[in-house]
């Protein structure tokens, strides 16, 4: 490159610049439009398999009109509900027929056993978007007319209005708070005021692109994206290209201070960090697309979603920044100057002495750090994956939560949630006997054609009834859940009936039995994609084995030590059925990388120097680029936490706290120890594992 024509050495980095600030400028905005296709609908994201999801089908015939019910309690502020108040409720609620989004006519209003309460249900057009908000709010408003009672609005669709509210100015926010953090940690650790700014915009380039390319995918029904998706890729790809960043502009910096020419330094950047960091990019690509194997369509959306941000992050790292870097020179570390000790181990005095420790005494570093980790993954088993309760889904209090814990208090708990039972009209007695003598079910009944249970004649459609049955428990507790597993019991065991059970517990039994199948299926192919690339990189058997068994543990630590804060700090009784799942592809597929950075640079230097002066050299050269990645992605993931979701602040905490345990303990300590510990047989069976140590490198970087 130093051999061309200066005008040739400034046209290819300027090309590649103005490329991407095009696509910066042309496809930036569709990182605030990726919400005009997402999806909160929850029920669109069932197991297609499941035995509930058969029943979503099938009830669709004996709906006159799909609708998402509103369930409108009144509380009295005095002793009991009037029947003055039972009337006014009724009429409250009549005049909302025929306004806009509300289907039919709301059912009466009926009280409670206890007669502190009066409830009624309002049908929604289920496909307002944002016009729901509205319609609730129409329904609230209309509600509070009734003098001397409280009203709220629980059920479905008031549920629905809280999660779309949750995911209001995702784009904007998220992302505000995910890149102040980037920059702060930036400024803080590399003293340059370009730099960062540099980073940044590139990490905001590939999150552009990405959003572009899923944004049409899902535009055209290729992809699902929902705001748990959506926000996951903003902070997959900032943190992602944030990284890959990183990790090129110190080896930039590395050879800027020895070669001193731009051009030459970027090329040779781009050369010797190209494996690591697109062998990094292709574990963690590859591990989220393992997620399309899930019977979970949320899951399988992830996966492709996920890849192209990963693929749109390197894309950026390996073109944008190359380009800008060879175009600043040195005013990219501008106050700072890259100076040749930049490039030795001498430059590094933090991990000099940590490479000193672990040369020390390797076995014992490796063994205590092993002990630790061990004693964190003996708390894994108690994180509880059975689902989150309702009233614990959204980390702020929500109105629709507080209602139907208004609700429980004074009606069945699974009131406005009942079992959906479908079954031959001919079986339908015994359907409904059995449904009734259901340990846990409060009361059965067939649906009539007015669309109430029990208000009729049944209804029969194509030879078959359904049957609504009310459970005694709240529709999201585990008592529900034990109740509906009793009732698809007695209910299959009835000949010929052919009936199925559904509705919103069934659809959380299922989710989480499905979750666990998944866990068992993803886990052990996300472990081989990943080992398959590290033997292909490090040209070895035992290194990847052992790489992969350390992050393995790091993600058992991690979730025991998030078991514990979730129960004792946190107050959440359980964790979503697919917290687990995330966590184990994030958490394995993100640690693989740090090690990845780390040994790939230790083959290297272990090719002249020795597998010990190899591992030494490699840790004290990348220990600063690599912790500053981990710190970056871990704040990145903890931006989540700005989303008031359980599931989101579950994931968050998660990756964020077992990027840094990975960082700081596995990559920092467990890893080169292990390495030293065992000595030139780690590389078996590659040729580095024939290579004998050399007596000339027997001290070690800042060792006396």
Not at 2 to 10: E, F, G, I, Q
Not at 287 to 314: E, H, K, Q
Not at 516 to 541: F, G, Y
Not at 671 to 683: E, R, S, T, Y
Request: proline letters at 5%; glycine letters at 8%; one cysteine or more.
């Amino acid at each position: 490159m130093t051999s061309a024509p200066r005008r040739a050495r400034w046209l290819v980095p300027l090309a590649l610049l103005i490329v991407w600030l095009g696509v910066g400028g042309m496809l930036g905005p569709y990182a605030g439009k990726l919400g005009e296709v997402a999806t909160n609908d929850q029920a669109s994201f069932l197991p297609q398999s499941a035995e509930s999801t058969q029943v979503l089908d099938q009830r669709k015939a004996f709906d006159q009109q799909e609708t998402l019910p509103a369930i409108v309690v009144w509380t009295a502020d005095g002793d009991r509900i009037t029947g003055a108040q039972t009337e006014a409720a009724t009429r409250a609620v009549a005049g909302l027929a025929g306004t806009p989004g509300v289907v039919g006519q709301p059912s009466p209003a009926f009280p409670s056993e206890d007669g502190k309460a009066l409830q009624s249900v309002v049908q929604v057009e289920p496909d307002l978007g944002d016009k729901l908000a509205d319609v609730v709010d129409e329904v609230r408003d209309a509600a509070g007319t009734v003098d001397g009672t409280t009203a709220e609005v629980a059920g479905p669709a008031a549920s629905q209005t809280d999660l779309s509210d949750a995911f209001s100015g995702i784009d904007g926010l998220l992302l505000g708070v995910a890149l102040a953090a980037v920059l702060v940690i930036l400024l803080l650790v590399y003293r340059s005021v370009l730099l960062p700014f540099v980073i940044i915009l590139g990490s905001v380039f590939a999150l552009g692109l990405a959003c572009a390319v899923v944004y049409v995918l899902a535009d055209h029904d290729v992809v699902r994206v929902d705001g748990q998706v959506q926000g996951i890729l903003s902070i997959l790809v900032i943190g992602a290209a944030t990284d890959y960043a990183l990790l090129l502009a110190a080896r930039f910096r590395e050879e800027l201070a020895t070669r001193g020419d731009r051009f030459t330094a970027a090329r040779a950047a781009v050369r010797r960090s190209f494996g690591a960091i697109t062998a990094s990019a292709a574990t963690v690509a590859l591990g989220l697309l393992t997620l399309l194997a899930s019977d979970l369509t949320n899951n399988r959306a992830l996966g492709p979603v996920g890849a192209i941000g990963i693929v749109c992050s390197v894309l950026s790292a390996l073109t944008f920044l190359p380009a800008a870097l060879a175009l600043l020179g040195r005013s990219a570390y501008w106050p700072a100057k890259p100076k040749a000790s930049d490039a030795t181990v001498e430059g590094h005095s933090v991990w000099r002495r940590v490479a000193a420790t672990v040369d020390r005494k390797p076995r014992r570093v490796w063994a205590v750090t092993a002990l630790i980790l061990a004693v964190f993954a003996a708390f894994s088993p108690s994180l509880s994956a059975k689902g989150t309760p309702l009233d614990e889904i959204f980390v702020n209090d929500a109105p629709s939560v507080a209602a139907q814990k208004t609700l429980g208090e004074h009606f069945p708990g699974g009131s406005g949630n009942p079992a959906v039972i479908l079954a031959d009209a001919d079986r339908l007695d015994e359907v409904t006997a059995a449904a009734n003598k259901t340990e846990g079910v409060a009361s059965a009944a067939p649906v009539s054609a007015s669309g109430r249970p029990g208000g009729g004649e049944p209804l029969v459609v194509d030879g078959r009834v359904r049957v609504d049955a009310t459970l005694e428990a709240a529709a999201d507790s585990d008592a529900a859940k034990r109740a509906v597993e009793r009732l698809r019991d007695n209910v299959h065991d009835i000949s010929g009936a052919d009936a199925l059970v559904g509705g919103y517990t069934a659809q959380q039994v299922d989710t989480q039995q499905t979750a666990s199948d998944d866990r068992t299926l993803i886990v052990p192919i996300v472990l081989v994609v990943i080992l398959l690339i590290l033997v292909l990189l490090l040209r070895s058997v035992l290194v990847p084995v052992l790489l992969v068994a350390t992050v393995a543990l790091n993600f058992l630590a991690t979730l025991g030590v998030s078991a514990l804060v979730f129960e004792h700090l946190f107050g959440f009784s359980g964790t979503d059925a697919s917290v687990p799942l995330y966590g184990f592809v994030f958490l394995v597929a993100l640690g693989v990388d740090y090690n990845i950075f780390l040994m790939s640079r230790v083959r290297e230097e272990a090719l002249t120097h020795g597998t010990r002066q190899g591992v030494l050299r490699g840790l004290t050269t990348t220990g600063g680029v690599i912790t500053s990645a981990g710190v970056v992605l871990a704040a990145t993931f903890a931006a989540l936490m700005v989303i008031p979701l359980a599931f989101l602040v579950q994931i968050a905490f998660i990756v964020a706290f077992g990027v840094l345990l990975d960082t700081l303990v596995v990559r920092s300590l467990l890893v080169p120890a292990l390495v030293i510990d065992i000595g030139p047989k780690a590389w078996w069976p590659g040729a580095l594992s024939r290579t004998p140590e050399k007596s000339e490198d027997a001290p070690a970087p800042g060792r006396t």
